[in-house]
């Protein structure tokens, strides 16, 4: 089955800097991508996806990049806040007729300092 | 904005006990799943509802958990004999393809 891995389980980032998060998975038919943000005490906030006939996509302040040659998915966010400390994880999802099969990483701590 | 709601926010039962957490999808969503995620650990995948059935089910959901759509707003996770490895806390999402949106969670904690 598929398993997903992140390569830092934490990382702490200057505000205003710019912040890259990694995930590495195994399955190469995966075709589909999310980034998830968790603070604290709550539930998975979507961010941005990407399909796997990708290699880029943009959002506000975050930039999803996917290199299927070597089954690695990057986050990057643009002049990082303190209110992007949280913890982040990548979803890989196999999608059939029937619903997606979700495999999460186990996430990377970002802590942002002043 | 529409978000999906998850009851009780906390719940503690005694080891052997049934629970059953609710969630309230996103009305227009067709797709539901169920996760959960042991304290400091990655959110793991238990089970996604589409068309009134279960479409994919992990390892994890086995014959002690169930879920239902016993009406046209709530998503039920039962578990029928809990045991302390069930502490965790579960969420809830729903999508209509792509976004997945998720709940605040239902901390359940088994003594």
């Known amino acids: 089955g598929e398993s997903v891995g992140l390569h830092l389980p934490t990382l702490s980032v200057q505000e205003g800097d710019n912040s890259i998060i990694n995930c590495a998975y195994s399955?190469?038919?995966?075709?589909?991508f999310i980034w998830y943000k968790q603070e604290s005490g709550k539930g998975p906030q979507f961010i941005i996806d990407?399909?796997?006939?990708?290699d880029k996509r943009q959002g506000q302040r975050v930039t999803v990049l996917l290199n299927k040659t070597v089954k690695h998915l990057s986050l990057q966010i643009a002049a990082t806040q303190p209110g992007d400390s949280a913890v982040y994880f990548c979803a890989v999802i196999e999608e059939d007729n029937y619903g997606q099969n979700f495999v999460f990483g186990p996430g990377t701590r970002l802590s942002v300092l002043p | 904005e529409p978000e999906v709601t998850q009851t009780p926010s906390h719940q503690v039962t005694q080891m052997g006990q049934e629970v059953i957490l609710r969630c309230v999808p996103i009305?227009?969503?067709?797709?539901f799943y169920w996760y959960r995620q042991i304290l400091g650990q990655k959110v793991e995948f238990l089970v996604s509802?589409?068309?009134?059935?279960?479409?994919?089910k992990s390892e994890i959901f086995d014959d002690q958990f169930s879920v239902e759509r016993p009406d046209g707003s709530n998503f039920t996770l039962k578990i029928r004999s809990t045991k302390l490895e069930d502490s965790a806390m579960y969420f809830c999402?729903?999508?209509?393809?792509?976004?997945?949106?998720f709940g605040p969670g239902t901390r359940l904690t088994v003594t």
């Open positions: 990407i399909r796997s006939n990708m």
């Open positions: 399955n190469s038919a995966s075709d589909y």
């Open positions: 009305s227009n969503h067709l797709y």
């Open positions: 509802f589409y068309n009134n059935e279960i479409s994919e």
């Open positions: 999402a729903s999508s209509f393809k792509p976004e997945q949106y």
